[in-house]
T-cell receptor, first 115, second 108 residues
Framework: NAGVMQNPRHLVRRRGQEARLRCSPM?????VYWYRQLPEEGLKFMVY????????ESGMPKERFSAEFPKEGPSILRIQQVVRGDSAAYFC?????????????FGPGTRLTVL | GEDVEQSLFLSVREGDSSVINCTYT??????LYWYKQEPGAGLQLLTY?????DMKQDQRLTVLLNKKDKHLSLRIADTQTGDSAIYFC????????FGTGTQLKVEL
């Protein structure tokens, strides 16, 4: 059973470009979460999605960031017009969902570098 | 919002026990998780405890929860060099809150 998969593992963008980060949850998981980790810091929650629904986006910056989890395919975190401050590791996690299984399993992350 | 605090560093000798402590503010957390992060890697779920439990043991790992004081600890028995990593406690339900983590260094 493959774990949570994220791609790309490393992404380099110039200021003003768009970044698209993909996350495929564990098989059977329908809940996806995105977190951001700045250097030397813990992870900060960004958004929680179920298939075709955003459940909680309280951690998402108001502008330039968006997330989706379509009926088919991976979840996408999209950052438009990237700035240097967006450089971070972005982690995706998935779970079965409460009450069956609330444990979140993390992917290896995408390390975004903005030049 | 939730605040989570951990000591930044812990150094132990191989074979000793390690105790990593965590305090949090939100008493409504249903689950409290411990994750391990090795350099350049994602987070590995180590164990978790339900908020209505005081203790959970899982092989070399023992989790203690003091709900009254909002204090969580992770004890690693017989610590090995492979245990060197950053350890995060993460209270929460659907939305996990992480502290800055405790970097555990295991010395020979």
């Amino acid at each position: 059973n493959a774990g949570v998969m994220q791609n790309p593992r490393h992404l380099v963008r110039r200021r003003g470009q768009e970044a698209r980060l993909r996350c495929s949850p564990m098989k059977g998981h329908s809940h996806v979460y995105w977190y951001r980790q700045l250097p030397e810091e813990g992870l900060k929650f960004m958004v929680y999605l179920q298939k075709e629904n955003i459940i909680d986006e309280s951690g998402m910056p108001k502008e330039r960031f968006s997330a989706e989890f379509p009926k088919e395919g991976p979840s996408i975190l999209r950052i438009q017009q990237v700035v240097r401050g967006d450089s971070a590791a972005y982690f995706c996690a998935s779970s079965l969902g409460h009450p069956v299984g609330n444990e979140q399993f993390f992917g290896p992350g995408t390390r975004l570098t903005v030049l | 919002g939730e605040d989570v605090e951990q000591s930044l560093f812990l150094s132990v000798r191989e074979g000793d026990s390690s105790v990593i402590n965590c305090t949090y503010t939100d008493s409504s957390s249903t689950y409290l998780y411990w994750y391990k992060q090795e350099p350049g890697a994602g987070l590995q779920l180590l164990t978790y405890i339900f908020s209505n439990m005081d203790m959970k043991q899982d092989q070399r790992l023992t989790v203690l929860l003091n709900k009254k004081d909002k204090h969580l600890s992770l004890r690693i028995a017989d610590t090995q060099t492979g245990d060197s990593a950053i350890y995060f406690c993460a209270p929460g339900g659907n939305k996990l809150t992480f502290g800055t983590g405790t970097q555990l260094k295991v010395e020979l």
